[in-house]
């Protein structure tokens, strides 16, 4: 059986409807990816699934006893609150040292132990979120754009660790990317979704979909046209760059 | 013992501190500082209408703060920014308050009392007045420790665990009210937020732990409030302001101490 299934679900902020009948399943295992451009209600999505806001019509159908872990787009930590890596990761309760120890060695940081968490770097601090995501040894992985800010190098080696978390918990992944040349490499699944789900199938299947042609622009097809992508997409969606800050704030 | 008026005095400051300690650093963490204030400054509308009907001023003071901290939970976010918004609805809170007490004919108050508290005129009854409420906020804030803080780490990181975070904040907007209302004798209105912040902000250099922040700045309210009033009654100086006095100098003491170590 599935571990979520989102059904004709439609969410709307005030007059504006960010999301109208998008349904999706995650199976146990996979990892799925849901692209689309800026303001297409990708974090409404994910905000959608941990009932962080109630959607208008539709609903989030989880397993029964279905476990989540859900690392956050970014987290501002205010300097004023000192905390440890240790402590932030105790923080659900109930959790012993084996497992600070073992969320941190799968997420691939496990020397951070007892460092202030307002000293990490932009890379050190997304591998703490993840390892805070796996201390309660979830079946499902929510990230929402858990790159953000990383560098080329330190986002492939984060999405990489992913991969080695799938490998090693069989946990699912449901994520959001910005960086479409992930999607060729690292998914099972992906989800082209802007308001609605516009398409969806293997990266392959997706990257030559007229639906998302439109969307993303023709490239030379394959990796390298979502590569390039990732490039302009900036001034190619200029009008799209609304919703999506907002969402997340 | 408790017949001693100094002794009195030094009982309540602790007891307010006690409370002050976990709820200010909160109040420092999720940068509510002048939603603290705006809180203390509607009190005095508080006091004046306790007054008119002849209420207990604790019940008055508590039940005015809670509705000023409601309205604006309920108003940030809808067009005006926070600052602004703080800024109108504390003064206005402040300014009819002051004007409500006016009317107020027979009784013959004193409003500095109020507005800077008179921690030496603490009577038995307001002792226990102030325990228990420091007890029962600190009773709260102790309970919902954890989702308190992840709440405070990250709104979307609470829903996915399970908390709801606008509930933790109705747990905060209540535990501020019950701290107002306890610790309007003993620093005044104008004054309740320096007892939030200033302790909490000078534990900061000291701590590495949420826990650790709390539990200094615990020691750091107290220490203020029982050196704060010994220097009031050998200086001959207002003991509410004394007591934010030392308070403020620790939190330089503790800043200067912390620049040292970034220097090593």
């Known amino acids: 059986m599935s571990l979520i299934q989102v059904e004709d679900l439609s969410v709307r902020y005030g007059a504006r409807t960010v999301l109208?009948?998008?349904s999706l399943r995650v199976e146990p295992s996979e990892i799925?990816?849901?692209?689309?451009?800026?303001?297409?209600?990708?974090?409404?999505?994910?905000?959608?699934?941990?009932?962080?806001?109630k959607p208008l019509q539709g609903r989030v159908v989880q397993a029964s006893s279905l476990k989540i872990g859900y690392v956050p787009q970014k987290l501002h930590i205010d300097e004023t609150l000192p905390i440890t890596v240790s402590r932030f990761l105790k923080l659900p309760g109930g959790v012993t040292a084996a497992d600070i120890d073992y969320a941190l060695t799968q997420a691939g940081v496990p020397e951070l132990e007892k460092a202030q968490l307002s000293q990490l770097s932009g890379g050190q601090f997304q591998r703490v979120l993840l390892a805070r995501a796996l201390i309660g040894k979830p079946d499902l992985l929510l990230l929402d754009e858990a790159t953000q800010g990383l560098d080329q190098r330190?986002?492939?080696s984060f999405y990489q660790q992913i991969e080695t978390v799938r490998q090693n918990t069989g946990c699912a992944v449901l994520m959001i990317s910005h960086e479409l040349h992930v999607v060729m490499s690292a998914s099972d699944r992906v989800i082209c979704l802007n308001g609605h789900v516009c398409c969806e199938g293997t990266p392959a299947v997706v990257a030559s979909a007229p639906e998302y042609r439109?969307?993303?622009?023709?490239?030379?097809g394959g990796a390298l046209a979502l590569y390039r992508h990732e490039h302009d997409h900036g001034h190619d969606h200029a009008d799209h760059c609304h919703d999506h800050t907002e969402a997340t704030e | 013992m408790l017949d001693d008026f100094m002794v009195r005095a030094a009982l309540a400051g602790v007891g307010v501190a006690f409370a002050s300690a976990p709820l200010g650093c909160f109040v420092v963490w999720r940068r509510m500082a002048y939603f603290g204030d705006a809180t203390a400054h509607a009190a005095i509308l508080g006091v004046a209408l306790s007054l008119a009907f002849s209420m207990s001023v604790f019940v008055g003071t508590m039940v005015v703060a809670l509705l000023m901290a409601l309205i604006v939970s309920v108003l940030s976010g809808?067009?005006?920014?926070?600052?602004?918004?703080?800024?109108?609805?504390a003064h206005s809170a402040l300014a009819f308050g002051l004007v409500a007490v006016s009317f107020i004919s027979g009784v013959r108050i004193d409003l500095m009392a109020y507005l800077f508290g008179d921690i030496l005129a603490v009577s038995r009854g307001d002792l226990s007045v102030i325990w228990g409420g420091a007890a029962l906020v600190v009773a709260l804030?102790?309970?919902?420790?954890?989702?308190?803080?992840?709440s405070t780490l990250n709104e979307d990181l609470a829903y996915a665990s399970g908390i709801n975070p606008k509930r933790e904040q109705l747990v905060l907007t209540i535990a501020l009210a019950i701290t107002v209302a306890v610790a309007i004798k003993v620093v005044g209105v104008l004054l309740i937020a320096a007892m939030l912040i200033i302790p909490a902000a000078a534990a900061r250099p000291l701590s590495r732990t949420p826990e650790g922040m709390a539990i200094t700045a615990g020691l750091i309210g107290m220490?203020?409030?029982?050196?704060?009033l010994r220097a009031a009654?050998?200086?001959?100086?207002?003991?509410?302001p004394s007591i934010v006095c030392v308070a403020a100098i620790t939190f330089l003491a503790t800043s200067i101490l912390k620049g040292l170590g970034h220097q090593r």
């Open chain 1, 154 to 156: 330190g986002s492939a």
């Open chain 1, 32 to 53: 799925v990816t849901i692209v689309g451009p800026n303001g297409s209600g990708k974090t409404s999505l994910l905000r959608a699934i941990i009932g962080a806001i």
């Open chain 2, 233 to 240: 009654y050998v200086l001959d100086t207002p003991a509410g």
């Open chain 2, 141 to 150: 804030i102790g309970w919902r420790w954890s989702a308190l803080l992840t």
């Open chain 2, 223 to 228: 220490l203020s409030a029982i050196t704060g």
């Open chain 2, 78 to 89: 809808r067009g005006y920014a926070m600052d602004t918004l703080l800024g109108v609805l």
């Open chain 1, 214 to 220: 439109a969307l993303f622009g023709t490239g030379t």
């Open chain 1, 20 to 22: 109208s009948r998008v």
